[in-house]
């Protein structure tokens, strides 16, 4: 849509929002961890002790089949700032960088900006990975690290100015932030979208890059929970608006740097003491809601952006009998379950029935929906707006769903698609899609394995016995099913909209066998 029609959309949805508020209204906390997996909470087996999202799951509802939209991480992220798939755009496969361009458009109505029509307080704290629109140095200076050696790229970027396409350009009143993934440079924090330092010296958290000179991983997750408490404390203090605070947080995602107080303390290495950190924050979060008594009404929401990943070391994890994905098939950048299946706790008092279960299945993408029902203006929303979004309010009132989403579609690393409905899932790959065997280069030169796979999840939770070819007929049917979703532009009930480009990334012995999915 052009800008000013965007524009005007807006505007009109504004208009339309001019009432009073309602007094019920929640504050919105949405805790997003980074490759933890289903497994991983104490209460759900985890043998890290993690007593805050256990408080969370108690006090709250849990989810049994909640999803990412992918299995890797900035996709994911998409989809929740957006209710959008992020295929539909033009990012088919893998992640961003750190000197990324923005994937999201300053046009696109995304839940913070809903959310600011609405008369909501908005900020965001953490691990961005949405791209960033950097400044450069004039006449293509690229400066020299201060001391040390200069590695890596983005020596050329002024840090002394604002970026374009930050949170600030897309719906965020406030930010603290850092580019993206713990292991990508540049390492500066970012703060209401300009870097709170120059980044003048080379460090590696795995990749060598410029970097602050303060900046540490080990840091980050005691600077975001400071930042996340001091910005509840001043909503507090402000009062007139609910607020919504988006924190997706580094851990346990590499590099894994417990700080030294978790350092031994789960017994599981480092990877089980990060989880407790992760876990502190969150703590944190909720003492800062008690203190300011806030708790009734607030919203806390927590979940991962995909599975945990195998640089946490899975089978030295099990082997202490620590499952960080659980019994699901695979992990991180999979499309099996192990790689998108993560966990989701929903703590509500004033409406979500303490210590309660759901075994509906929900997506990521679902908070737009879902906020915009507890709002009440479904209606208003532009038709290029949450295109695949549903709410899942009436599981949180334990009602039952009339408006739960027909099917929800997985996407990999490589750009492998599966589409769930019910019970079954369709996978239109041979392999894993991701890091896990059979890999995708060797599970295509494997004759033995079919290029698309049938499971029954609740007969085959492994997703180990591939049904495909006793059941043709719904494999045509799924695959007609996500051939027009893609083609739709949108899942959700509405006028077509327009992908960025066609999802190409499906083997062409696929698309010889299944023409729909074509371009």
């Known amino acids: 849509m052009p800008f000013c029609k965007a524009l005007l959309a807006i505007l009109v949805l504004a208009a339309g929002l001019a009432k009073p508020l309602a007094l019920d209204r929640p504050n919105v906390i949405y805790i997003l961890a980074d490759d933890l997996g289903y497994g991983d909470l104490s209460h759900a087996g985890g043998k890290a002790p993690t007593p805050h999202?256990?408080?969370?799951?108690?006090?709250?509802?849990?989810?049994?089949?909640?999803?990412?939209?992918?299995?890797?991480?900035?996709?994911?992220?998409?989809?929740?700032?957006?209710?959008?798939?992020?295929?539909?755009?033009?990012?088919?496969?893998?992640?961003?960088?750190?000197?990324?361009?923005?994937?999201?458009?300053?046009?696109?109505?995304?839940?913070?900006?809903?959310?600011?029509?609405?008369?909501?307080?908005?900020?965001?704290?953490?691990?961005?990975?949405?791209?960033?629109?950097?400044?450069?140095?004039?006449?293509?200076?690229?400066?020299?690290?201060?001391?040390?050696?200069?590695?890596?790229?983005?020596?050329?970027?002024?840090?002394?100015?604002?970026?374009?396409?930050?949170?600030?350009?897309?719906?965020?009143?406030?930010?603290?932030?850092?580019?993206?993934?713990?292991?990508?440079?540049?390492?500066?924090?970012?703060?209401?979208?300009?870097?709170?330092?120059?980044?003048?010296?080379?460090?590696?958290?795995?990749?060598?890059?410029?970097?602050?000179?303060?900046?540490?991983?080990?840091d980050c997750l005691r600077d975001f929970a400071r930042e996340a408490g001091q910005y509840i404390d001043a909503r507090a203090k402000a009062k007139g608006k609910p607020f919504f605070l988006y924190l997706p947080l580094t851990s346990p995602h590499t590099p894994i740097v417990p700080a030294k107080r978790w350092q031994g303390k789960s017994g599981l290495g480092s990877y089980g003491d990060f989880l407790m950190e992760t876990d502190w924050v969150v703590g944190e979060v909720l003492k800062a809601l008690d203190r300011n008594k806030l708790v009734e009404n607030t919203m806390v929401i927590f979940t991962a952006d995909n599975g945990c990943s195998p640089q946490a070391k899975i089978p030295n994890l099990e082997s202490q009998g620590h499952k960080p994905n659980a019994d699901w098939r695979g992990h991180k950048a999979d499309i099996f379950e192990g790689g998108h299946r993560t966990p989701f706790l929903v703590r509500w008092p004033a409406k979500v029935k303490a210590g309660t279960v759901s075994d509906q299945t929900i997506c990521t993408t679902d908070l737009f929906a879902t906020l915009d029902d507890i709002i009440g203006n479904r209606k208003k929303l532009p038709d290029n707006a949450a295109e695949d979004?549903?709410?899942?309010?009436?599981?949180?009132?334990?009602?039952?769903?009339?408006?739960?989403?027909?099917?929800?579609?997985?996407?990999?690393?490589?750009?492998?698609?599966?589409?769930?409905?019910?019970?079954?899932?369709?996978t239109l790959c041979p392999g894993s899609g991701g890091w896990s065997a059979p890999r995708p280069n060797n599970a295509k030169k494997n004759p033995n394995l079919p290029m698309v796979q049938l499971h029954d999840l609740e007969s085959d939770p492994a997703e180990k016995n591939n049904l495909q070819a006793k059941h043709p007929k719904l494999v045509v049917e799924l695959v007609q099913t996500l051939a027009k979703a893609i083609k739709n532009g949108r899942t959700t009930p509405g006028p077509n909209q327009a992908n960025e480009g066609h999802p190409k990334t499906f083997d062409k012995r696929l698309l010889a066998k299944f023409p729909a999915l074509a371009e």
């Open 53 to 218: 999202c256990d408080r969370l799951a108690r006090e709250g509802m849990r989810f049994t089949d909640s999803h990412t939209t992918s299995s890797v991480c900035t996709p994911t992220r998409y989809g929740i700032v957006t209710g959008r798939y992020n295929w539909r755009t033009h990012l088919k496969s893998g992640v961003l960088w750190g000197l990324s361009e923005p994937l999201i458009p300053e046009d696109r109505l995304t839940v913070a900006k809903f959310l600011q029509l609405n008369h909501y307080h908005t900020a965001v704290v953490g691990k961005w990975h949405l791209g960033l629109g950097w400044q450069m140095l004039p006449n293509g200076e690229k400066r020299q690290a201060k001391t040390g050696p200069t590695k890596g790229d983005g020596w050329q970027i002024d840090y002394g100015k604002k970026v374009d396409g930050g949170p600030l350009a897309i719906g965020f009143d406030e930010s603290f932030i850092i580019p993206a993934s713990l292991d990508m440079f540049p390492y500066v924090y970012l703060k209401n979208d300009k870097p709170t330092e120059w980044a003048t010296v080379t460090k590696a958290f795995h990749r060598p890059g410029p970097s602050g000179e303060k900046f540490e991983a080990i």
């Open 389 to 426: 979004s549903f709410s899942f309010l009436p599981a949180l009132l334990g009602q039952a769903d009339a408006k739960a989403r027909p099917f929800t579609i997985h996407h990999s690393i490589n750009g492998s698609f599966a589409i769930r409905r019910g019970k079954w899932k369709l």
